[in-house]
């Protein structure tokens, strides 16, 4: 199993990065999905999950209304659109697959596959 992050990069405030997770190796569709990040020095967080169990997605209150997850099972990928970006949002940004996944996003130990991360750089 694979997951290949993609999207991202150095932007200024206020811009707009689309991140992208191509899995191989599984059925994304049978999988939940989510995006986490690690700012240096930090631990790793969940900034957004959704459920194919029950359709929920879940956003970290620091990226609600800015973030958006989905995916396209046809092409197997997930992606993080991200608008008006801001310098906090600086990390290396790692896609996740947890089979079952409900009520937010997994604990670290908790998920299936890990991408090995895309970093996103915001400078104000």
């Not at 990065?17 to 191989?24: D, G, K, M």
């Not at 659109?81 to 996740?96: F, G, I, R, S």
């Not at 130990?109 to 090995?116: E, L, N, R, S, T």
Request: a neutral charge.
């Amino acid at each position: 199993v694979q997951l290949q992050a993609s999207g991202g990069g150095l932007v200024q405030a206020g811009e707009t990065l689309r991140l992208s997770c191509v899995v191989s190796g599984v059925t994304l569709d049978y999988y939940g999905i989510g995006w986490f990040r690690q700012a240096p020095g930090k631990e790793r967080e969940g900034v957004s999950c959704y459920s194919r169990t029950d359709g929920g997605s879940y956003y970290a209150e620091s990226v609600k209304g800015r973030f958006t997850i989905s995916k396209d099972n046809f092409k197997n990928t997930m992606y993080l659109e991200m608008k008006n970006l801001a310098p906090e949002d600086t990390a290396v940004y790692y896609c996740a697959l947890k089979y079952g996944l409900v009520g937010g996003c997994p604990r670290y130990q908790d998920v299936d596959y890990w991408g090995k991360g895309t970093l996103v750089t915001v400078s104000s």
